[in-house]
């Protein structure tokens, strides 16, 4: 067993590139040279252009904007708008699987998989459960879910996950999050021309923005889906392009919104479309995934991740990709033209990602079955269409444990401990690997590439780094598959361990870099750090647990930090989030916010640093504890 490395990872992009130029395909590669370097004003944030009396950029020798808008009123500003932008998305998404929730039903297209944790979520929202049909349940449960988008009053429901201190730190300065589509709306108004402009008031706006994503639309998204697809569990899967199977039919699913892909998984997994893919001259018909809709089906039925966000023109670059999938989020519009250099179909399904040079087949829960059914035959009638002479699947993938939702996690952990038998189930086997120091901590790695950073580069560096000292990943979104392509959720990755991880991860038969799912999936990790701080009688920003997105770019990657500090976490990025023009913005994310939530941000673009300062964090607040 050996780790793949990130230059065999460009070697096979390379070999790529080369089919691409037979064809006339452009690539990011390439539109990255044309777009260096950068607008120095965007990038430090300081143009503003909110108003037609603009664009204004802030120099030396013109400090303000026309209406007077100093640098931090600026930066700050830019810098909600931005988390907004991010809180909408996610949220939005996690409204998409309330909805599908809502149309669940014993003889429709989505049924719920997952009932116990179901009743459990109605318990805990005080909704009656005696007595009452699943499904019943299912709308009632979906319909209150809703009403956390636009309820007049109150703050959102999930917040009673936290532990006490950390509610109280929330409720004290004004964080606790209201409404979701308020938090957003509230944030458009405040960053309005000619409304906020102090860097304060805009921060703790967006930390209030991202906790209404992170504790409310991502969190529902995460559970909603669980209802509906399963809770994932530990199961095998692959990872890297070499999961592409040349005599089959390919069909990618790209996105983030489970109920297409869950769809389309059913569909080709059906022996009618199996037979008719063979009639067809293929021998079978292969799934495989790019970003977060791709963890979503690898989490729960163990289909093979074909690559993370950079590597989606790829998948094209293969030519043996008969249709590529998408829904929302995170696709390139580069892959209309590029389909177009190959036979493969670019297929757009939702209303809210529409694209040009794609097909539209428009995807909703009434027609979900017939829709799937249609796209997964599209692709096997593609299937003749490709040209043989521009067909190379890099023959590189890595075997890959993932599912480790919060609950597999806590009942894996259960294995490597002598607790009494009363404790298992908890996260106390965990909490007693990190106080006996066999853990030292562990950190949440997520987020996307970003071609400012060599690709997968910083997450696999920094991730050998933290495990060959003793501490646990928990991964989601690209920052996953990125492990997952270089090996690392291979259980026997065991072996780039310290010793007290490796122990670990052979009493617990885990690898050390745990999937935890998709950027929705991100509120697990809350979870479980809501629950080893209340099971240690402890505040979150006490736990030896940070977080670090190295390589991050959306602006979703922004309202997650925001709501990773605001839930006490630390985290570290290697790449600016356009602040860096006020001296103001700096130090208050970098250090103000503390103050309201005893977390802050490290912006550090060197990974050896950005390394070095986690370890030194971690074992900082180890000391803090005299553990
Ligand atoms: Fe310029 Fe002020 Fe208008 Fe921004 S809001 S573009 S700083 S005048
Ligand atoms: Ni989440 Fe980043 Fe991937 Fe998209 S899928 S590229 S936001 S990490
Ligand atoms: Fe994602």
């Not at 989505?110 to 009656?128: H, S, T």
């Not at 163990?302 to 690559?307: L, N, Q, R, V």
């Given at each position: 067993?050996?780790?793949?490395?990130?230059?065999?990872?460009?070697?096979?992009?390379?070999?790529?590139?080369?089919?691409?130029?037979?064809?006339?395909?452009?690539?990011?590669?390439?539109?990255?040279?044309?777009?260096?370097?950068?607008?120095?004003?965007?990038?430090?944030?300081?143009?503003?252009?909110?108003?037609?009396?603009?664009?204004?950029?802030?120099?030396?020798?013109?400090p303000r904007g026309i209406c007077g808008c100093d640098v931090h009123g600026i930066v700050g500003r830019n810098y909600l708008k931005f988390t907004a932008g991010g809180s909408a998305t996610h949220s939005d998404h996690g409204r998409e699987i309330c909805h599908t929730l809502y149309e669940s039903?014993?003889?429709?297209?989505?049924?719920?998989?997952?009932?116990?944790?179901?009743?459990?979520?109605?318990?805990?929202?005080?909704?009656?459960?005696?007595?009452?049909?699943?499904?019943?349940?299912?709308?009632?449960?979906?319909?209150?879910?809703?009403?956390e988008y636009g309820k007049p009053f109150g703050t959102q429901r999930f917040l009673k996950r936290a532990p006490e201190s950390q509610q109280e730190l929330w409720e004290k300065n004004e964080l606790a999050p209201r409404a979701i589509d308020r938090e957003v709306s509230c944030s458009l108004h405040m960053s309005h021309m000619g409304c906020s402009s102090k860097p304060e008031a805009l921060v703790k706006q967006a930390i209030r923005a991202g906790l209404s994503d992170g504790w409310g639309g991502s969190m529902m998204g995460t559970e909603f889906s669980d209802v509906l697809f399963g809770t994932p569990k530990p199961i095998e899967t692959e990872a890297n392009l070499g999961v592409m199977v040349e005599e089959n039919v390919n069909i990618v699913v790209h996105g983030h919104d489970p109920s297409l892909s869950e769809m389309i998984c059913e569909f080709a997994d059906d022996p009618e479309m199996i037979a008719y893919a063979k009639e067809m001259g293929a021998k079978g018909i292969t799934v495989s995934g790019v970003c977060?809709?791709?963890?979503?089906?690898?989490?729960?039925?163990?289909?093979?991740?074909?690559?993370?966000?950079?590597?989606?023109?790829?998948?094209?670059?293969?030519?043996?990709?008969?249709?590529?999938v998408v829904d929302v989020q995170c696709i390139f519009p580069a892959l209309g033209p590029l389909s177009k250099c190959f036979h493969t179909k670019f297929i757009t399904t939702s209303p809210i990602a529409q694209m040009p040079d794609s097909e539209f087949i428009r995807f909703d829960a009434h027609t979900a079955g017939e829709k799937a059914k249609l796209i997964v035959k599209t692709a096997i009638e593609n299937y003749k269409n490709r040209k043989p002479e521009l067909v190379h699947i890099p023959q590189m993938k890595q075997k890959a444990t993932v599912g480790y939702s919060t609950e597999a996690i806590v009942k894996a952990l259960d294995g490597v401990t002598n607790s009494q038998v009363d404790e298992l189930g908890t996260t106390k086997p965990l909490l007693e690997c990190i106080t006996s120091g066999v853990l030292r901590g562990a950190v949440a790695m997520v987020g996307c590439n970003n071609p400012k950073v060599r690709p997968d580069l910083a997450h696999i560096e920094l991730m050998k780094k933290l495990v060959a000292n003793d501490i646990i990943i928990i991964a989601s979104g690209c920052s996953a598959q990125a492990a997952a392509k270089a090996g690392l959720m291979d259980k026997r990755a065991k072996d780039v361990c310290g010793a007290g991880l490796k122990r670990v991860c052979e009493l617990a038969d885990i690898p050390p870099v745990l999937h935890m799912g998709s950027c929705v999936d991100i509120s697990r990790m809350l979870v479980l750090a809501a629950t080893l701080a209340k099971d240690a009688g402890l505040h979150i920003s006490q736990l030896p647990v940070v977080g670090c997105a190295p390589e991050w770019m959306s602006e979703k990657a922004v309202s997650i930090g925001n709501y990773v500090i605001g839930s006490g976490i630390d985290t570290f990025?290697?790449?600016?989030?356009?602040?860096?023009?006020?001296?103001?913005?700096?130090?208050?994310?970098?250090?103000?916010?503390?103050?309201?939530?005893?977390?802050?941000?490290?912006?550090?673009?060197?990974?050896?640093?950005?390394?070095?300062?986690?370890?030194?964090?971690?074992?900082?607040?180890?000391?803090?504890?005299?553990?």
């Open positions: 067993f050996k780790l793949t490395t990130v230059e065999e990872f460009e070697a096979a992009t390379a070999r790529l590139l080369e089919t691409g130029a037979k064809v006339g395909a452009d690539a990011w590669q390439f539109r990255v040279k044309n777009q260096t370097p950068h607008c120095k004003f965007g990038e430090e944030g300081v143009c503003c252009r909110i108003c037609t009396m603009g664009p204004c950029r802030i120099t030396k020798k013109a039903a014993a003889d429709g297209c989505y049924k719920v998989k997952d009932p116990d944790k179901l009743i459990r979520i109605a318990k805990e929202w005080g909704i009656e459960t005696e007595g009452k049909d699943i499904y019943d349940l299912a709308h009632e449960v979906a319909e209150t879910g809703l009403m977060c809709t791709s963890n979503e089906v690898a989490m729960r039925r163990g289909i093979p991740m074909a690559g993370n966000f950079l590597q989606q023109e790829n998948v094209v670059l293969t030519g043996a990709c008969e249709a590529i990025l290697g790449v600016d989030p356009y602040a860096a023009g006020s001296s103001e913005m700096v130090e208050i994310l970098t250090n103000g916010t503390r103050e309201w939530v005893e977390a802050a941000f490290t912006v550090e673009k060197d990974i050896e640093k950005l390394g070095d300062a986690m370890i030194a964090r971690i074992e900082e607040k180890r000391a803090a504890l005299g553990i």
